[in-house]
């Protein structure tokens, strides 16, 4: 499903931001990436998301070489992964029907499809009495379902999502961890990049530890101890 191989990443600057990683996550599965900052864990993010490429290596996507993919072919490579981001990136001028729906219209689905999607994913993450609502009326949480639905309405095969509880309470953390947990258990291969330590330790998943651009953990069910 994704495979990093032999992956190394020196900015211009010299920041040796990953050096020489192996990573393969099966279909299915559900892993935290964790480390402190500076570790490397948005760099591995930018590496699969295509924003930056690596100074040595391979990354494999589906069993696609991302080295290979045009920059015309970055879109559709990206709609094979939903993405949540901590900070929602909700549009305000659109309502939660219409957020959700955008992404499908970018894609060029029909109308129908639309019609079909966006209501049964609304329903999935528990937003079903909020499609004409604005963003601004939303809680956090709300907010972190839209982001999401909208995520998941591609039927994505994998959910990347990146600190999606950094900017909520405890409380909603939880509810979106275990909403997480739910479309894992639906198939859908979950990559969660955190630094919460509660969290993680809690889920007992499958968690990755980087620490200066290396792995230093790769426990099949457990946690880390976030001062490495």
């Known amino acids: 499903m994704?495979?990093?191989?032999?992956?190394?990443?020196?900015?211009?600057?010299?920041?040796?931001?990953?050096?020489n990683i192996n990573i393969k996550i099966e279909k299915g599965e559900f892993v935290f990436v964790v480390g402190s900052s500076g570790s490397g864990k948005s760099t591995f993010v930018k590496l699969l998301l295509k924003e930056i490429e690596p100074t040595e290596g391979k990354i494999f996507l589906k069993n696609k070489n991302l080295g290979v993919v045009k920059r015309k072919g970055i879109p559709k490579l990206r709609r094979e992964m939903g993405i949540v981001f901590q900070d929602f990136r909700l549009l305000k001028n659109m309502t939660v029907y219409e957020n959700i729906a955008f992404a499908l219209k970018v894609t060029e689905a029909s109308k129908r499809k639309i019609r079909r999607q966006v209501p049964m994913v609304m329903s999935m993450v528990g937003l079903a009495d909020k499609a004409?609502?604005?963003?601004?009326?939303?809680?956090?949480?709300?907010?972190?379902?839209?982001?999401?639905?909208?995520?998941?309405?591609?039927?994505?095969?994998?959910?990347?999502?990146?600190e999606p509880t950094g900017n909520l309470d405890p409380k909603t953390s939880w509810e979106i961890m275990k909403l997480l947990d739910e479309i894992n258990k639906r198939g859908t291969t979950v990559l969660l990049v955190t630094h919460d330590k509660e969290i993680v330790n809690a889920m007992q998943k499958r968690v990755i530890t980087l620490s200066n651009g290396k792995v230093i953990g790769d426990i099949q069910k457990g946690g880390y101890d976030n001062e490495n």
């Not at 609502?133 to 956090?140: D, E, H, I, R």
């Not at 639905?149 to 591609?154: C, E, I, K, M, Q």
């Open 2 to 19: 994704i495979h990093l191989e032999n992956v190394s990443k020196v900015y211009e600057n010299g920041t040796k931001a990953l050096d």
């Open 132 to 162: 004409k609502n604005y963003p601004n009326q939303l809680s956090g949480g709300e907010q972190q379902r839209v982001a999401l639905a909208r995520a998941l309405v591609n039927n994505p095969v994998i959910l990347l999502a990146d």
